[in-house]
């Protein structure tokens, strides 16, 4: 396969002249600004924010490369992964012409990126055991399919993806291959950025929202050639990530073994709450999980979620979703929170259970 980035990207982007903005122009630390209309006495706050951050998060990336084992220049960094997922989209898929390719059950942000920028989304799902179709998924490709998104651990099912099976869409595909490993830390395999090198045609997604427990900062990252990655800052809003959001990530990097010892706390608790869930004869089913959440199988799921609700206990509903009839979702929580939710999840079983 010959891939050739410029003959997918959208010709009007190609021809794109960006906003430049001040920092821009002047990337230097210290001097009079008087470039960018900010207000010279401050902020409201006793904080400083006056100053508008550095648009390209170098610092930033600086050190997320040294932990990811990546060159700085292979980072992009967006509000949450949803960001880069819609500037890809605007990127290279022409609306009411191009496609992309789906495998549900997944993330959904996937399709309702593409409703909004108005992309055909094709379908191909997972097998029972959540694994890829891949004879069907070429089946589905023509010539204006840009983007197949994978999603390894996947979402809801929380298996990992066969890796053989994905470099094989990467090797045979002359179209993007964007694999969303949101739940890497809580896997045993290693991130596919050990393959961006290798193939020009990978994207890799990863978010400080899980394993850092960093969600509410907003802040995702995308691993791909130094090509792709220009092509999304070049379109990408001049300003994207807020400078508090970096200064605060930057300061949480040097938490690493802060960050592994969570890691190591949900895996245990995953581990005692699936063998406590293997004790209750009304679970059907507990899915193989790479994830910080297990997909469980119980009668009247959707009754069963909502008497949860009732007990304060909050999972999500994955009953209507496909391949996952009767399944909700339950995040690894701390011990307490998990004893709390099989003690609620025998209470409201029972009366029901005909």
């Known amino acids: ?71 700085p220049s292979q980072i992009f960094l967006g509000n949450g992964s949803d960001e880069a997922i819609d500037l890809l989209y605007r990127a290279f898929c022409r609306p009411g012409i191009d496609n992309v390719i789906l495998l549900p059950p997944t993330y959904g942000m996937y399709e309702v990126s593409a409703s909004i920028n108005d992309v055909e989304t094709r379908k191909v799902s997972l097998t029972s055991d959540f694994q890829l179709q891949t004879e069907k998924i070429f089946d589905q490709i023509d010539s204006n399919t840009k983007i197949i998104f994978v999603c390894t651990p996947n979402n809801p099912s929380g298996n990992k993806v066969n890796r053989a099976d994905v470099l094989l869409l990467l090797k045979q595909f002359n179209g993007l291959v964007v694999v969303d490993e949101a739940y890497i830390d809580f896997n045993d395999e290693p991130s596919f950025t050990t393959h961006l090198d290798e193939y020009p045609n990978l994207l890799v997604m990863q978010t400080f929202s899980k394993a850092w427990g960093l969600a509410s900062l907003r802040l995702g990252m995308a691993f791909a050639s130094e090509e792709l990655i220009k092509i999304l800052n070049k379109i ?48 059907k089913k507990i899915h193989p999980s790479q994830a910080n959440f297990l997909l469980i199988q119980v009668p009247q799921a959707t009754q069963v979620y909502n008497d949860l609700i009732d007990q304060k206990i909050i999972v999500r509903n994955r009953a209507k979703v496909l391949l996952c009839e009767d399944c909700l979702r ?25």
């Open 1 to 71: 396969m010959s891939f050739d980035l410029n003959s997918l990207l959208r010709p009007h982007i190609a021809q794109l002249q960006p906003y430049t903005s001040a920092r821009d122009e002047y990337t230097g630390k210290e001097g009079v600004f008087l470039d960018a209309n900010e207000n010279p006495y401050g902020s409201v706050t006793d904080a400083e924010f006056n100053r508008y951050p550095d648009p390209y998060q170098s610092a930033l990336k600086e050190k997320i490369a040294t932990i990811k084992n990546v060159r």
């Open 330 to 354: 339950i995040t690894v929580g701390t011990r307490e929170e998990n004893t709390a939710f099989l003690k609620a999840l025998q209470a409201v079983v029972k009366p029901i259970q005909p």
């Open 236 to 283: 990408k809003p001049p300003y994207n990530i807020s400078g508090l959001t970096q200064d605060t990530v930057l300061e949480a990097l040097g938490n690493q073994d802060k960050v592994e010892k969570m890691i190591l706390e949900i895996l245990k608790e995953r581990e005692y709450l699936q063998s406590e869930l293997e004790k209750l004869d009304f679970v």
